[in-house]
C-alpha cells in the first residue's frame, strides 16, 4: 500500500499506545511486524524534519545540540513549505492489516491515526 510520510509518522505515537496493551500473542506478534516494518521510514523522515529545524530554527538551550522553530520565525514559511513536501512524499509498505479483539479499550484518537493498519474483529 502507498502512504505518505506524513501517515507513515502519524502512527508513531498510537501504534506505541497501542503495543502497550495486552493482547493475544498474534495480534502482538502482528502489531510488533508493523511496527518494525514502519520503524525505519519513520527514523528517516525524523532525521530529515530535525535537519530542516536545525537549517531554519534558532538553537535552543533546553535541547542539547538542538534548535526549535516557530510560526514567528523569519524561516518559517521555507521550513513549513519543505516539511510538507517531506510529509507528501510517497512510500511502498507491504502489512497485514491487524485484526483487534472486540473487547479491546483504546482511545478513538490511537484507532483513527491506525486506520489504515488495523480492523477491530466483530464479536462471535
Known amino acids: 500500500m502507498k502512504l505518505n510520510n506524513g501517515e507513515i509518522l502519524n502512527t508513531k505515537e498510537p501504534l ?13 506478534y502482528e502489531l510488533a511486524k508493523l511496527a518494525s516494518k514502519l520503524k525505519g521510514q ?17 538553537p535552543h538551550p533546553n535541547i542539547p545540540g ?6 514567528t520565525d523569519e524561516g518559517f514559511p521555507k521550513f513549513a513549505g ?17 485484526k483487534l479483539p472486540p473487547t479491546i479499550d483504546i482511545e478513538p ?4 491515526a491506525l486506520d489504515k493498519f488495523i480492523v477491530i474483529e466483530e464479536e462471535k
Open 16 to 28: 506505541n499506545r497501542l503495543m502497550m496493551i495486552k493482547m493475544p500473542v498474534k495480534v502482538s
Open 42 to 58: 519513520i527514523q528517516l523522515i525524523e532525521e530529515v524534519r530535525d535537519r530542516l529545524i536545525a537549517t531554519y530554527g534558532k
Open 66 to 71: 538542538g534548535s526549535q522553530i516557530s510560526p
Open 82 to 98: 519543505e516539511l510538507g513536501e517531506l510529509f507528501k512524499q510517497e512510500f511502498e509498505v507491504e502489512f497485514n492489516v491487524v
Open 109 to 112: 484518537y490511537v484507532l483513527a
